[in-house]
């Protein structure tokens, strides 16, 4: 199962890479620019054919694997013509640079955490959380392995191999599913399943894009201090709120694909601001194309850039002033005018067509506003217990970059998303719209956003500690000689990095038998990973369903209750011949309707048995139904809902031969 995994690892990282990464060549972007640029290229490439082929009316991951190959080989072979013609084609070996070698410490810091923080608290690499969500997530990307759409416009559960006849019909729309192609893509080659498709995103997502992109905002940040991303490596999964929480609530892999992408992104985008009178044209264009592949993650994860976008631009207006004798209309006036675009932007978006469905949402959570400013200050966030010794480092940091006239917009973005939680987290329902309402008015995306814009912070300021207490160090060795400095100040550094380790990431609170808030998320997603934790589709529902797949032919419809957990089967256990493979949908066909309703009436009922052989449908399949309020975290209904009373079906009901029984697990064969 591991070795799949890593398999699976590998493949994702090669895929959203390469495509990208050609392109970022072929438009001679620097190697900080190519980082940031890369993954959001690579899903913007292949969103753009999955659409086309869609249009064409060509399915499946072949289609779509093969073009990509085809124009990053056309990509590398444009890049060697150029080198040629330049006379530039020698291949000499170049010891690795600065930014290589602490881009790379950053990687393997971070999947180092990433892997004691997320690997290691899941059962298997199977593993998956049973919410809402993810249930659409797991189906659509099963879709895609199995022939479906890779359309971002046209994305379904349904759209897949073996299914003859779907019950819904849901018509056309976008759909931010980046995260799902990749995903997709990279299991249809390893013939992995969607749940360690999915787990192999999040830690590929985590471990190399969000870190190599904060690497990458790091150093072009503060391109003097050498060691700030190597350093600043082990701060960025220090908040339990990015990128564990994320993975342990709802399992919001769209956003949380697209939060890994954001720092890459902001970092490629200050570069383009710098230097877009020199570039202009180039700049639009990948500009555009960049934002298309955040875009497509998840909307609001293009919000996130714009805020960060502002900052830095009104940050450059500042910088433009040559002494403190400049007048200060000119960048003021500069300044309020984007800002006030800003705002304006932000506000008639909110009831636009584009973002009506998320701003509209209402997150019931709330706290009072003394407890929102401490869950605020000290990044308790959304669980409550204080992250002391991140929140120091972080207010460390933040006092630094203030004081540069480089970096002071870092601190102004982390103000500007504190300000989003706290009103998210306190304010009354217009405030909550107004302030977080392209996040869903969810405090756990928006604590993640502000945790997100605390890392940089949170860097520098572990940095300057580091520093200091070396600086402090050397007065004693410049009086005691028998001591190596160098040895000395290594030594220094490993010891602070271990302590921040210790602390941050433990699972219990300093001083105190209370569990951390780190402590807190790693715990419940472990829980909530374990097979036998189940309360929805459980371990014995699994093995249930296997012995279904190889008793029923695939040829055949298996008809079954949603409700009951079989929702999962699909992408779980591949039962690519399941009917109902959503627990709702729109443009509900006939057939559909007579089967939910009356299905235990077909040895009486003319139309339900002719809707029946209509989809060719030969079996229905019920699992354990159990104490209908576990439905709550996973499906707005129950199955014990009138809708749904066709599948009141036991060994009794007259038009129906029991197959299969295991306690209260059911496999009828229709008898028509």
């Given at each position: 199962m591991w070795p799949l995994f890593m398999l699976t690892c590998i493949t994702l990282i090669a895929i959203i890479t390469l495509p990208g990464y050609a392109l970022a060549k072929v438009m001679k972007l620097n190697q900080l620019q190519a980082i940031g640029f890369t993954p959001p290229a690579s899903i913007a490439i292949y969103t753009i054919f999955g659409i086309v082929f869609d249009k064409l009316g060509i399915k499946g991951p072949a289609p779509l694997l093969i073009s990509s190959f085809v124009l990053t080989a056309f990509f590398f072979m444009f890049?060697?013509?150029?080198?040629?013609?330049?006379?530039?084609?020698?291949?000499?070996?170049?010891?690795?640079?600065?930014?290589?070698?602490?881009?790379?410490?950053?990687?393997?810091?971070?999947?180092?955490?990433?892997?004691?923080?997320?690997?290691?608290?899941?059962?298997?690499?199977?593993?998956?959380?049973?919410?809402?969500?993810?249930?659409?997530?797991?189906?659509?990307?099963?879709?895609?392995?199995?022939?479906?759409?890779?359309?971002?416009?046209?994305?379904?559960?349904?759209?897949?191999?073996?299914?003859?006849?779907?019950?819904?019909?849901?018509?056309?729309?976008?759909?931010?599913?980046?995260?799902?192609?990749?995903?997709?893509?990279?299991?249809?080659?390893?013939?992995a399943l969607a749940p360690l498709g999915e787990n192999a995103g999040a830690y590929v997502f985590a471990s190399v894009v969000f870190a190599s992109g904060m690497a990458a905002l790091l150093l072009q940040s503060f391109p003097e201090k050498k060691g700030i991303a190597a350093i600043g490596s082990v701060t960025f999964c220090a908040c339990a709120a990015f990128p564990i929480a994320p993975l342990d609530v709802h399992q919001i892999y769209p956003n949380f694909a697209g939060w890994c992408c954001l720092p890459g992104a902001v970092a490629f985008v200050a570069?383009?601001?710098?230097?877009?009178?020199?570039?202009?044209?180039?700049?639009?264009?990948?500009?555009?194309?960049a934002i298309i592949g955040l875009g497509v993650l998840h909307p609001n994860c293009v919000i996130s850039l714009f805020i960060y976008a502002?900052?830095?631009?009104?940050?450059?207006?500042?910088?433009?002033?040559?002494?403190?004798?400049?007048?200060?209309?000119?960048?003021?006036?500069?300044?309020?005018?984007?800002?006030?675009?800003?705002?304006?932007?932000?506000?008639?978006?909110?009831?636009?067509?584009?973002?009506a469905s998320v701003t509209s949402f209402l997150w019931e959570w709330t706290t009072p506003a003394i407890?929102?400013?401490?869950?605020?200050?000290?990044?308790?966030?959304?669980?409550?217990?204080?992250?002391?010794?991140?929140?120091?480092?972080?207010?460390?940091?933040?006092?630094?970059?203030?004081?540069?006239?480089?970096?002071?917009?870092?601190?102004?973005?982390?103000?500007?998303?504190?300000?989003?939680f706290f009103f998210n987290a306190?304010?009354?329902?217009?405030?909550?719209?107004?302030?977080?309402?392209?996040?869903?008015?969810?405090?756990?995306?928006?604590?993640?956003?502000?945790?997100?814009?605390?890392?940089?912070?949170?860097?520098?300021?572990?940095?300057?500690?580091?520093?200091?207490?070396?600086r402090a160090f050397e007065h004693v060795t410049d009086r005691v000689p028998r001591i190596s400095k160098p040895i000395s100040v290594c030594a220094i550094a490993l010891a602070i990095l271990l302590a921040f380790l210790q602390v941050c990431y433990s699972p219990m609170q300093l001083f105190s038998s209370n569990a951390s808030s780190m402590g807190f998320r790693t715990y419940d997603l472990n829980i909530k990973s374990i097979l036998q934790n189940r309360t929805y589709y459980t371990n014995q529902e699994k093995n249930f369903v296997d012995e279904v797949k190889s008793t029923v032919p695939e040829n055949s419809t298996i008809l079954n209750l949603p409700y009951d957990g079989s929702v999962l089967a699909f992408s779980v256990n591949d039962m690519q011949n399941l009917y109902y493979k959503t627990l709702s949908g729109a443009n509900e066909s006939t057939e559909s309707k007579l089967i939910r309703s009356d299905l235990r009436n077909i040895a009486s009922n003319n139309d339900v048995k002719l809707a029946v052989k209509s989809i060719n449908a030969q079996y229905v399949m019920l699992l354990d139904r159990g104490d209908e309020s576990q439905f709550n975290s996973i499906a707005w209904g129950t199955p014990g809902d009138p809708d749904w009373q066709g599948f009141c079906i036991d060994e009794k009901t007259e038009g129906f031969e029991l197959v299969l029984a295991q306690d209260n697990l059911r496999l009828f064969k229709i008898c028509y």
């Open positions: 890049i060697a013509l150029h080198s040629r013609r330049q006379k530039k084609c020698e291949c000499k070996l170049r010891r690795p640079g600065r930014v290589t070698i602490e881009i790379t410490c950053s990687i393997v810091v971070c999947s180092g955490l990433m892997t004691v923080l997320f690997l290691a608290n899941l059962d298997t690499a199977n593993s998956f959380l049973e919410f809402a969500d993810n249930v659409s997530h797991l189906n659509t990307i099963a879709s895609m392995i199995n022939g479906g759409s890779f359309s971002t416009l046209n994305a379904s559960e349904y759209s897949a191999n073996g299914q003859q006849a779907a019950p819904y019909s849901t018509p056309g729309s976008f759909y931010p599913a980046g995260w799902h192609i990749v995903i997709a893509l990279a299991c249809s080659i390893t013939n570069s383009i601001i710098e230097e877009h009178p020199r570039r202009f044209r180039a700049s639009v264009v990948t500009c555009t194309i502002t900052t830095y631009l009104i940050m450059t207006f500042w910088s433009e002033r040559t002494s403190k004798q400049t007048s200060v209309i000119i960048p003021l006036t500069k300044s309020v005018v984007v800002f006030g675009i800003m705002v304006a932007v932000w506000l008639l978006l909110l009831d636009s067509s584009v973002f407890y929102a400013l401490k869950y605020t200050l000290l990044f308790g966030y959304t669980y409550g217990e204080p992250q002391w010794l991140f929140a120091l480092v972080v207010y460390i940091g933040f006092f630094c970059c203030l004081r540069n006239k480089q970096t002071w917009w870092i601190s102004l973005t982390f103000i500007i998303f504190s300000i989003i306190s304010g009354d329902p217009l405030l909550k719209k107004i302030f977080a309402g392209y996040w869903y008015t969810d405090p756990e995306r928006t604590a993640a956003c502000a945790a997100i814009a605390a890392i940089p912070c949170a860097a520098i300021g572990l940095y300057q500690i580091i520093l200091l207490m070396q």
